[in-house]
């Protein structure tokens, strides 16, 4: 069965950094297009960076060069470092499994909620 | 960026009745190497994750019932739910996958009426 298990959010004070982290079974993470999408309090969704299984990844513009997206094959997880974060960045992170590299995500996890805030 | 716009913003339908949603791109998601449509469509309910529903635009995602169903070309797509349900109520997202940045529509909100 596949599951998706996010961990790491917080709350943080803006400028501040953080890394979420995805814990994958069911599946292999290193095979897999996986990706982060958030959702802020009572918005809608929006999408944050992909890593392809070749090791590709992609930004929105919104949080290009402040975070980066990386797996770890050996313990089957995705991560997303998080820095110099802002206000507008406070919202539910969920990560997202792609099965064929279309960006269609067919597995999510329960998300974990990220807080910037003084 | 590819912006997606769903109509209306929230529907209310009675139970047994049919509920329909509408998403227009900005420009074209039918990618010519495939004449595939790049449009997917998601359910999500309170407290949960969303749910792959419908992908290239009308293919039903396994072990999603048949009374939803999707529809359209290029720019204009329709999500169709032929039969209302109580389990039914949710937000549902249109998102096209033609090109990156990845969007989302901004939601429709389902109830019953």
């Known amino acids: 069965e596949v599951q998706l298990v996010e961990t790491g959010g917080d709350l943080i004070q803006p400028g501040g950094s953080l890394r979420l982290s995805c814990a994958a079974s069911?599946?292999?993470?290193?095979?897999?297009?996986m990706s982060w999408v958030r959702q802020a309090p009572g918005k809608g969704l929006e999408w944050v960076s992909v890593i392809y299984s070749g090791g590709g990844t992609y930004y929105a513009d919104s949080v290009k060069g402040r975070f980066t997206i990386s797996r770890d094959n050996s313990k089957n997880s995705l991560y997303l470092q998080m820095n110099s974060l802002r206000a507008e960045d406070t919202a539910l992170y969920y990560c997202a499994r792609d099965r064929d590299g279309y960006n269609k995500y067919d597995f999510w996890g329960q998300g974990t909620l990220v807080t910037v805030s003084s | 960026d590819i912006v997606m716009t769903q109509s209306p913003d929230s529907l209310a339908v009675s139970l047994g009745e049919r509920a329909t949603i509408n998403c227009k791109s900005s420009?074209?998601?039918?990618?010519?190497?495939?004449?595939?449509?790049?449009l997917t469509w998601y359910q999500q309910k309170p407290g949960q994750p969303p749910k792959l529903l419908i992908y290239?635009?009308?293919t039903r995602e396994s072990g999603v019932p048949d009374r939803f169903s999707g529809s359209g070309s290029g720019t204009d797509f329709t999500f169709t739910i032929s039969s209302l349900q109580a389990e039914d109520v949710a937000v549902y997202y249109c998102q096209q996958y033609y090109s990156f940045p990845i969007t989302f529509g901004q939601g429709t909100r389902l109830e019953i009426k």
């Open positions: 290239w635009a009308s």
């Open positions: 420009q074209s998601v039918l990618h010519s190497s495939n004449n595939q449509n790049y």
């Open positions: 069911g599946f292999t993470v290193s095979t897999a297009y």
